[in-house]
C-alpha cells in the first residue's frame, strides 16, 4: 500500500483562512512579539516565516534581534517591556538560546497569560497536571490539528514519541495522553527502539536523525515526522526514510510540508487564544 499524505500546508492553508476571517472581526489586531538572540540561520528562517505568517491572517508584529552576546539582564528587560505593555497580546523567545544564556530563566519572564509558546513553567504546570494552560507548546497543538483534521482516531492507540524535548516530546506525549491514547516516550537511552516503535499505531518522531523506515514500523500505523535537517548534499529532511515507510503506513506526514507548517499554524491560534482570553471575549 502507499500511504496517504498529511498534508500540513494545505491543512495549514485550510485552517488559517479560517482564523483570519475571525481576525478580520477584531476590535483591536493581536500582536505578537519574538525576541530572538543571535545569528542561528535555521531560527531566522523560521522567525521570518512567523512573522510573514502572522502579517498575512492580520496579526501586528514586533520583532527584536539581539546580538548573540547579548546578556541576561538586556533579554530580561526587554520582555518586562512587554509583559507591560498592553497592547503586546503574545510573547516568544526563538530557541534555542546561545549557551551563555539561561533558557529557563528567561522563559519564566515571560508573562504566563502572553506566553504564546506554553513554555512557561506556570503554563507547562497546567498543562501536566490538566489546569487549563493558557497556551501549549506550537508544534504539539500543530500535530494534534492535523491528525484531527484527517479525522485519525487517537483515543486507545497505542503512540510512541521519538524524543523527550519541553518543546516537542514531552508536551506531545501529554497531548496524546488527553486524547486517552497509551503512550509511549522513546529517547536516547531507550533500549530496543525498534521493537518498541513496531507496537506503535502513531509513531511521533522528533530527534532530528534518519531512525524511523519501513522495516520498523507496524501495518497501517500513522507516521508523524517533526525532524527537519540538512543532508551532506544539502537537502532538507526528516527523520523518516519517506519511502519505505509510505509502504507501510496508512498515514505519513512528509518533510518538508508536514508538521512546520503546522507549527505555525499552532502559533496563530494560540495567539487568537490568548487574545481571547486577555479581551475576555
Ligand atoms: N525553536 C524551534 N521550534 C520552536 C518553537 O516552536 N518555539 C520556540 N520558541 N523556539 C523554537
Redesign the pocket.
Known sequence: MTAEILDGKKTSQKLLQQLQDEVKGLMHKPILAILLVGENQA?KI?VNAKLKKAAEIGFETVFKNFPADATEDEIVKQITEWNNDKTITGI?????LPKHLDEHLILNKIDPIKDV?G?TVHNTGRFYSGQNPFAI???TRGIIMLLKEYNIELEGKNVVVIGRSN?VGKPTAQAFLYENATVTICHSKTRDLESIIKTADIVVSAVGEKIVNGKILKNNCVVVDVGIFRTPDGKITGDVEFESASQVASYISPVPGGVGPM?ITG?MFNLMNLYLIQTGA
Not at 92 to 96: E, Y
Open positions: 531560527s523560521y516568544l523567545v526563538q530557541l534555542p509558546d513554555l507548546p506550537c508544534t518543546l507549527t502559533l
